[in-house]
């Protein structure tokens, strides 16, 4: 359908692919939290998460085992320049040759390394800001963007206030194991529904069940993939990843924040036969002011949660407090 309404449909049928503009619009209107929290907000959907979340979610720690989300941060990375992406440099600047040498400048023969990288935010495993998105000219909560984001950073919803909140419950839903079991991996171009996310927690069992203030991690398999395969146009390009008509599902379930194991989050290419891009993303940070978190490595958690046949544990992925950045790298840890 591509009438506004209070409950577009979540069925990817229904879409009007000739009419990106109004499928837009429905979602952006009939999901919007913009007030939810009162006009100053700058955690969006974040706010989900409290002391007693948390509390609950460290009960899940049972075998104390720690499991890094992350992909590597090297120049073997996925980026091929575009948007002025590139993987990550990582340089030396004292070395052991230094030390060897006595040129330091240090006494008594101590010596030392020390290095440098530089990186875009988001070449890596990371999480898209509020910043990050806008619909129209419009930032999370109603704001102008241009008063929001400026050259000087994210005035008002930098990454940094999310440097203590994002510890909660963690749900990994492994929608590519549960609906291609014989290879893990979901085709590029895949478009995740609401009906796939339901099947997979349904088959996981209770331990997946979805609810306020979870972070949700869904692995599509891709990534697996491109470790085989080569990165190829991982950045990018096609990809499977959720429809846009998840967006009322990434609402009402009031979950904090969600991750794939893609570059992008969302099916790509996007779900239109006329020019597109990254519609879910333009109505869930700025409308529902939902954190998204791309490029996770999800493979060896998805072999621990199969091997304890439970899909929930405690997740720390709090970002970088860099003032006024829009994204920021993260090492998510799940800790079983």
Not at 3 to 31: G, Q
Not at 130 to 145: K, P, Q, S, T, V
Not at 253 to 272: M, Q
Request: net charge negative; aromatic share 6%.
């Amino acid at each position: 359908m591509s009438t506004r309404s209070a409950h577009p449909s979540e069925n990817p049928a229904d879409l009007d692919r000739t009419d990106p503009e109004s499928e837009i619009a429905a979602r952006a209107e009939a999901f919007r939290n913009w007030g939810r929290w009162g006009e100053d907000d700058v955690l969006g959907t974040l706010n989900f998460i409290d002391d007693a979340t948390r509390a609950r979610a460290a009960t899940l720690v049972s075998s104390g085992r720690v499991v890094s989300l992350s992909q590597r941060f090297d120049t073997d990375g996925p980026q091929k320049g575009w948007r002025r992406r590139t993987n990550p440099v990582h340089t030396m600047t004292d070395t052991g040759v230094d030390a060897e040498r006595g040129n330091q400048g240090f006494p008594h023969g101590i010596g030392g390394a020390d290095d440098v990288i530089a990186m875009p935010l988001q070449c890596s495993t990371q999480w898209d800001g509020l910043g990050h998105i806008f619909d129209h000219g419009n930032a999370w909560n109603g704001r102008r963007a241009g008063d929001v984001v400026t050259s000087e950073g994210d005035l008002v919803t930098g990454i940094e206030h999310a440097a203590s909140v994002i510890v909660s419950r963690g749900v990994l839903l492994d929608v590519g194991r549960h609906l291609f079991p014989e290879t893990g991996e979901l085709p590029d171009g895949h478009a995740i529904t609401v009906a796939d996310l339901e099947a997979t927690i349904a088959a996981q069992g209770a331990s997946s069940a979805v609810g306020r203030g979870d972070i949700v991690v869904v692995r599509t398999g891709q990534y697996a993939r491109t470790r085989r395969d080569g990165w190829g146009d991982y950045a990018g390009g096609p990809a499977p990843g959720l429809s846009l008509t998840t967006a009322g599902w990434l609402h009402r379930t009031e979950i904090a924040a969600i991750a794939t194991d893609t570059w992008g989050f969302e099916v790509r290419p996007n779900e239109f036969d006329v020019p597109a891009f990254q519609p879910l993303h333009q109505v869930v940070i700025p409308n529902l002011g939902l954190t998204i978190g791309e490029m996770w490595n999800l493979d060896e958690l998805a072999e621990a949660c199969a091997e304890r046949g439970r899909w929930d544990f405690l997740l720390s992925a709090p970002p970088l407090p860099i003032t006024g950045a829009v994204g920021s790298p993260v090492n998510p840890v799940a800790i079983l």
